[in-house]
């Protein structure tokens, strides 16, 4: 972790120790500090894998997570293959 990330953390704690994890992770989207656009990239994956997981096959979880995100299936396309960096793990 670096110097800054180590601020940033201490001062996230102090500042906003009552949130929940929910509510901060809103929060640090709301001011910015969290880029909306990769959460939403990984939301769309994570949704897709655990799909595949539970046994649907890869094209159908991504028609599924279309439909559950009320998105393209072509934006669910580049989630899954392109934006490879993206990841919980």
Excluded: H, P
């Amino acid at each position: 972790m670096t110097t800054y990330e180590k601020k940033l953390a201490d001062l996230v704690e102090m500042r906003y120790a009552d949130m929940s994890a929910k509510e901060l992770i809103c929060k640090l989207i709301e001011i910015g500090v969290v880029d909306y656009s990769r959460c939403k990239i990984l939301a769309v994956r994570e949704t897709v894998a655990k799909l595949i997981k539970n046994g649907m096959k890869k094209t159908d979880a991504m028609w599924t997570a279309a439909e559950q995100f009320a998105c393209s299936y072509e934006y669910v396309r580049k989630c899954v293959y392109y934006y490879l960096d993206i990841n919980l793990e």
